[in-house]
């Protein structure tokens, strides 16, 4: 279904950390729909975060997940992981927009007109509402793989490079969930 004068916002969790997936979300609003509280999700505390994450999955026209495996970002490199992540989760939605705008200075190849803001997650209601969605998915999923790796924090810092974060890898090494290419692990395993 090609949906007119539809906006997607596409914003992505997870470029920095030394663990995890980098995951994208996809977000058409309904046309005048108004979600009080949206900005960036680095700006916005966790239960509120939570609380507009339902909002918007209830409330939205669209909205899909895309993600990029720590395999992936080792291959690619972080940067077009993430724009990988983007195209998927634009590709995953029910309604093909007309046009998308996306978070930060490149554009990912899409099936739609898209434009880069830089700070688009702050001022673009639909890149908040992306945003949201990508951190609350990942930074659930970073608190269930604490579980499976016991040790590193993972719940705590949700595999950013945290100084406990270092000397949990210093003394457990590297595990199957962590970037090799990235400085800190790479120097583990050399």
């Known amino acids: 279904m090609q949906a ?4 997607c916002g596409v914003d992505e969790a997870g470029r920095g950390p030394l663990a995890g997936p980098v995951v994208a979300a996809a977000v058409i609003l309904k046309p005048g729909c108004r979600i009080e509280g949206l900005d ?7 239960r509120r975060r939570e609380r507009l994450f ?5 409330d939205a026209l669209a909205w899909s997940l895309g993600r990029a495996e720590v395999a992936e970002i080792d291959r690619l490199n972080i940067l077009q992981a993430s724009l990988l992540a983007m195209q998927r989760a634009v590709a995953g939605l029910a309604i093909v927009p007309q046009f998308a705008l996306i978070d930060g200075n490149r554009v990912p190849q899409l099936g739609c007109a898209a434009r880069a803001i830089v700070g688009g997650d702050a001022s673009e209601p639909c890149i908040s509402a992306a945003s949201i969605i990508a951190k609350v998915v990942r930074d659930r999923e970073m608190v269930e793989l604490d579980v499976q790796y016991p040790g590193y924090g993972l719940a705590r810092h949700k595999g950013y490079p ?10 457990l090494g590297v595990s199957a969930i962590h970037r090799r290419t990235f400085a800190p692990v790479r120097c583990l395993i050399e």
């Open 162 to 171: 945290t100084k406990a974060h270092l000397e949990a890898l210093a003394a």
């Open 40 to 46: 960036d999700s680095k700006k916005v505390p966790a």
């Open 4 to 7: 007119r004068h539809l906006v």
């Open 54 to 58: 339902e909002q918007i999955c209830a």
